[in-house]
């Protein structure tokens, strides 16, 4: 069964950095993209980052130049370093894994960016 276990998130000021890491457990089978979403209250899940098995990286305009997801030595990890946090970036961010085409998700971690 495969999980995946998210660590990161917390409480920063405008301006701070985090850094949010995933594992996916579970899987004899590498994944093909992972990645991360975020929600925010009242709205829906968003595309954040992700990255495929290959190296290629998308990104949401509004993180692009101060967010970058990375794929760990391990396999089917994934991190995502976020700088220059804003308040606007406060959510619950889920890590994605997409493996044989079935998407899997964590539970999330609240990243909480105070003005």
């Known amino acids: 069964q495969v999980q995946l276990v998210e660590s990161g998130g917390g409480l920063v000021q405008a301006g701070g950095s985090l850094r949010l890491s995933c594992a996916a457990t579970g899987s004899i089978f590498s994944a093909n993209y992972m990645g991360w979403y975020r929600q925010a209250p009242g709205k829906q899940r968003e595309l954040v980052a992700r990255?495929?098995?290959?190296?290629?990286?998308n990104y949401a305009d509004s993180v692009k130049g101060r967010f970058t997801i990375s794929r760990g030595n391990a396999k089917n990890t994934v991190s995502l370093e976020m700088n220059s946090l804003k308040p606007e970036d406060t959510a619950v961010y889920y890590c994605n894994a997409d493996i044989r085409m079935v998407p899997f998700w964590g539970q999330g971690t609240q990243v909480s960016v105070s003005s």
């Open positions: 990255i495929s098995s290959l190296g290629s990286t």
